[in-house]
Structure formats: C-alpha cells, structure tokens
C-alpha cells in the first residue's frame, strides 16, 4: 500500500503563493512519476501538473502554467508544488498521487485528505 499525505495549503489573497508539499510513503513502485490534482466544489478532480522520477520533465495544465511549478526530492519521497501568482479560480482541494504517466491523468493509488487551498478575491 502507499499512503499520501498533503500539506501546505491555506487561505491566501489573490496574487498571493503558497507552497504545497506531498509525502509519499509505502511500497511504491520503482522510478514513480508523480502528480498533483486538484477539485474544485461541484467539478471533477482535473489533473494539475505532473514530474518525471528523475525530476527532469514536468507537464502543466494550461490554467497554471507559468504560476505554478512542481518539483520533488527523492530523498525525502516528497513532491511540492509551488503555486505564485494565485487566482481565486485556484481554490480547490489539492490532492497529490503517484501517476503511470507524468503526462497523463492516471492516478494509481487511493487519495489522501487533499489539502485546502482557497485564494480570496
């Protein structure tokens, strides 16, 4: 099994950064890529950004490319997600998850509790 477990989010004001951190731990596989998702109230979680093993390749939604960058330390078996320049379109859970593909949606363990992000207008 692999446990997921988000931290980092808050309240912030439009234009405003936060740092989101995901830690991994449990049999994972080798060479993991990892993903960050996020859903907002009445959608559909939607992928938000994706990281290589070797942290090397990234892929970003278009809504937060350019804002928000994903990066991890394997030493650490965590994933951050560090998001500037918020909108209040940002606000959602923010959840993390090992992924068979960085570029693609494909979530391959169960979800942690997410961690809030609400952006203030």
């Given amino acids: 099994q692999v446990q997921l477990e988000e ?5 912030v004001q439009a234009g405003g ?7 991994v731990s ?13 859903q907002a109230p009445g959608k559909e979680r939607a ?7 070797s942290g090397i ?24 997600l560090q998001m500037n320049s ?5 606000t959602a859970v923010y959840y993390c998850n090992v992924v068979r593909s960085y ?3 494909s979530p391959m363990y169960g979800w942690g509790q997410g ?7």
């Fill in 115 to 121: 961690t809030q992000v609400t952006v203030t207008s």
């Fill in 86 to 90: 918020l909108k209040p379109e940002d």
């Fill in 47 to 53: 992928v938000v950004a994706g990281i290589t093993w």
């Fill in 17 to 23: 950064s936060l740092r989101l951190s995901c830690t």
């Fill in 7 to 11: 931290s980092g989010g808050g309240l």
């Fill in 26 to 38: 449990g049999r994972t596989p080798s060479n993991y890529a990892m993903g960050w998702f996020r």
């Fill in 57 to 80: 390749t990234t892929k970003y939604a278009d809504s937060v490319k350019g804002r928000f960058t994903i990066s991890r330390s394997n030493a650490k078996n965590t994933v951050y």
């Fill in 103 to 105: 570029n693609t949606n």
